[in-house]
């Protein structure tokens, strides 16, 4: 399965020597992933699949607009042979494919512990990251120290990533998300600004006993007693 989404991503004014979200440019990351996953999504209920699974989302930036790039998600629709254990569907509550992009072996690992996949959650930063001053720059030459501006703008456009997809996994009451990925991207952006993207799988319960099994011990023969 596979959505598409060719967006132009605009321009945000920024202050030189402030840390600050570019709020334009998340909102715009966002949505283009988004109308991508929902194509993606649509494709599948066409078919009659009850979700997708290895979803991946790629962005390329277009060579005939510097701002323009097409944002992609693909993956391997499925459909299941027998319903829950909880009865009903593998499809999510809202009755649309459900999307993970856990391998296949995680997936299965996942139904095994009594959770099923409800959607695929995400949350985007865009950050501008402040310019020092050539005095504060001068003062840290050759010496081991932190830079407390960079570690606060870094670990704040980190957060809002975090609590954005977080956000998305309360809407669909998820119990918990997981396969998270903290991703960084410099995009087409000058070194002051980046993005970072959280996305994981949120899970829901297939039975009332969703509890991981303890591993199994095995120890060499001369070691048992």
Known sequence: MLGSSIYHVGLQRRGWRANQELTTLSQAMYHARDLAMTRMVAE???VGADGIVGVRLQIEFKTFGRHLAEFVAIGTAVKG???PATGGSWRTNRDQPFTS???GQDFWTLIQAGYA???????????HIA???????????????EVPSFTQALYDARERAMA?????????????????R????????????T????????VRPLRADHMIAKPTIVLPLDDRR
């Open 44 to 46: 599948a209920d066409a």
């Open 81 to 83: 042979d027998n319903p």
């Open 101 to 103: 992009d856990l391998s």
């Open 117 to 127: 996949p409800l959607g695929l959650v995400m949350g985007s930063c865009v950050y």
């Open 131 to 145: 310019h020092r001053s050539a005095f504060q720059a001068a003062s840290t030459f050759g010496v081991n120290v």
């Open 164 to 180: 954005r997809m977080q956000a998305e996994a309360i809407s669909l009451d998820a119990d918990g998300i997981v396969g998270v």
């Open 182 to 193: 903290l991703d960084n991207f410099a995009h087409i952006w000058e070194g002051h600004t």
């Open 195 to 202: 993005e970072f993207f959280a996305i994981g799988t949120a």
